[in-house]
């Protein structure tokens, strides 16, 4: 048929584009394409690239106590905080009641993230009228008295004019004419209208602004402030610019401190994956040979049709970004004998067709329509517990869990369509007979099987 060397092209093309999605041998520099090694488009998680793995555990206050609505609020704050620090692919996950998982892939300052997603960041303005609290200066939490830097404590009273939830944007800032980094801040709604008329009534005061109570800065009130203004406090760029995430991000709903803390180097992740990358290498060469050694050349083909696989499920997730683990690559490798199941049942199917003396062509298309309904069932209960851990699992689990999806999905077009159009292609091009060698017959039968084709 004239349309078997179309489909082939069309086969070459999908696995050239995959290549392409997955490996990216060529890049656009603008409209000129450049020629660069291929290396693997893919996001590694933690286990495969180091980083660092953080649990906080949320704790009671005053006055708060910790539930599991606060929980997951603090988990949106903190993940509004990552989101902001530019970290590719973190993971956060619940723990328990009270427990939050945080992992970094690749980041190169634990301490600062640390720091970072554990601050309260609750900033108030503060109406101290003709005082002006120094900076660092912190307010009890009973807000009756001051601690200022030296120790000492006086008596003032927290009068909290707005806070940080009634903000709408923050960003740090620098400014040419003193050469000092600040954070700019707008209010939005009643927050804007009662910061307002504040300053509008007590020009000549002081404005202390203070975050998780302790004071950032004290100006004077020179008149009306129209809902937003700036925080000053001789800030370095990395410090105004992690206030400024703190706003944004907001306050969160109870302290969290870190209970536990573990740092994976990067040359463990190597080991992994050089690990890893060899057992699957491992994996598909058996697979392979026993498909050739047992089924002649419908095996071999089959195996390059198991080779286009590889590339569509590495371009996959490449194109959606996902995050390669090790139990990942542990499903990657278990779909590999998934997605020969397929292929046997075909063969089989085949087998059973010759065997009755149909013609090649005939056997083909009645080998891949009878087994089509075995491959969808048994292919739809491994998606149904694949997808079952993918909905109750998380982390790791998910991660298999989303690998063998992606792989069982791709196995079934590699089995009905590749390698169907792989072996049309060459029963049509001269290689009938040693098609037909699957099914074992007598070479005078084969023969005239061949020719009825």
Known sequence: MRSHPVRLLIVVIVALIAFQVAF???RLNGWTPQVQPPSPRLRLGLDLQGGTR???????????????????????????????????????????????????PGLQDPQRAKELIGRTALLEFIDTGPQSPPRGAEFATDGKTLK????????????????????REASAQFAQDSLRWHVAFKFA????????????????????????????????IRSKIPG?????????????????????????????????????????????????????????AMVCL???????????????????????????????????????????ILSLGVAVDANVIIFEKMKEELRLGKSLRASIDAGWRRALSTIVDSNTTTLIGAVVLLWLGSGPIRGFAVTLVVGVLVSIFSALVVTRWLSEFFAE?????????????????????EAAS
């Open 24 to 26: 990216q041998p060529i």
């Open 54 to 104: 953080i649990v906080l555990e949320a704790q009671s206050r005053p006055g708060v106590e910790v539930t599991a609505d606060k929980v997951d609020a603090a988990m949106k704050v903190i993940e509004n905080r990552i989101d902001a620090l530019g970290v590719a692919e973190p993971v956060l996950q619940r723990q328990g009641d009270n427990r939050i998982l945080v992992e970094f």
């Open 148 to 167: 200022l830097p030296s120790g000492q404590s006086i008596p003032l009273a927290k009068k909290v004019i707005v806070t940080g939830a009634n903000l």
């Open 189 to 220: 709604g009643e927050g804007a209208k009662k910061f307002e008329q504040h300053t509008e009534k007590n020009v000549g005061s002081h404005l202390t602004i203070a975050l998780d109570n302790r004071v950032i800065s004290a100006p004077v």
């Open 228 to 284: 937003e203004g700036v925080i000053e406090g001789n800030f370095t760029a990395d410090e105004a610019r992690d206030l400024a995430i703190l706003l944004r991000g907001g306050a969160l709903p109870v302290p969290v401190v870190p209970v536990e803390e573990r740092t994976v180097g990067p040359s463990l992740g190597r080991d992994s994956i050089d690990t890893s990358i060899r057992a699957g290498w491992i994996a598909a």
């Open 290 to 332: 026993f498909m050739t050694a047992y089924y002649r050349l419908p095996g071999a083909l089959a195996g390059s049709a198991l080779s286009i696989y590889v590339l569509l499920v590495l371009a996959l997730f490449a194109a959606i970004g996902a995050t390669l683990t090790l139990p990942g690559i542990a499903g990657l």
């Open 429 to 449: 091009s001269g290689f009938a007979k040693e098609i037909m060698a699957i099914a074992k017959l007598p070479a005078a039968r084969g023969q005239s099987a």
